[in-house]
């Protein structure tokens, strides 16, 4: 059984930085690539961030240059550092496999306000 569990959200300001986690228990991790997926109010939920097992890592258009994607095998641990946060960034952030498994954790939401 897979369970992901997102954390590091919060409420910060234009130009703000937050490091998201999200742990992975079962034994998905260390054999398939991981994504970070944000859903804005009113829109589809979509992959912002991926990385392979082996830590190769690609970005939405949108977040290139201001998020990075990483993670920890030994942990099973996933993490996204996102800096120069912008109020489109705001939305509720989940982890998952690339393509999505059918396990969605709660996540974690990002707002970006002044």
């Known amino acids: 059984q897979v369970q992901l569990v997102e954390s590091g959200g919060g409420l910060v300001q234009p130009g703000g930085s937050l490091r998201l986690s999200c742990t992975v228990s079962?034994?998905?991790?260390?054999?398939?690539?991981m994504g970070w997926y944000r859903q804005a109010p009113g829109k589809e939920r979509g992959v912002v961030a991926g990385i392979t097992t082996g830590g190769y890592t690609n970005y939405a258009a949108s977040v290139k240059g201001r998020f990075t994607i990483s993670r920890d095998n030994t942990k099973n641990t996933l993490y996204l550092q996102v800096n120069g946060l912008k109020p489109e960034d705001t939305a509720l952030y989940y982890c998952?496999?690339?393509?999505?498994?059918?396990?969605w954790g709660q996540g974690t939401q990002v707002t970006v306000s002044s």
């Open positions: 079962g034994s998905i991790f260390s054999i398939k690539p």
């Open positions: 998952n496999t690339i393509p999505p498994g059918d396990y």
